[in-house]
């Protein structure tokens, strides 16, 4: 199955949130209609990144890696390097 890691980016106030999902589609709507409780104030949201991966642990481990970076210039400079 594919996964795929994504960053969104809040229309209201410029903040990122990293997660990972098997249906894009499908979880930014989620985050739109604020079904998910850590980005419902700061809808509305959109991609501005995705990333394929092979595997949901694969996805998860790369999740995990770019929220330690805690810094939104280490997280658009890793775009960079992967688009």
Not at 16 to 26: A, E, M, R
Not at 59 to 79: G, N, P, Q
Request: with cysteine.
């Amino acid at each position: 199955m594919q996964y795929h890691l994504y960053i969104l980016e809040s229309l209201h106030n410029g903040q990122f949130y990293i997660g990972q999902t098997q249906n894009l589609d499908k979880r930014l709507e989620k985050h739109n209609r604020g079904y998910v409780k850590s980005t419902k104030n700061k809808r509305p949201w959109k991609f501005l990144f995705t990333f394929e991966c092979d595997s949901r642990a694969s996805a998860m481990a790369l999740e995990k890696k770019l929220k330690a970076f805690k810094s939104r210039k280490r997280i658009l400079a890793w775009i960079d390097d992967n688009q």
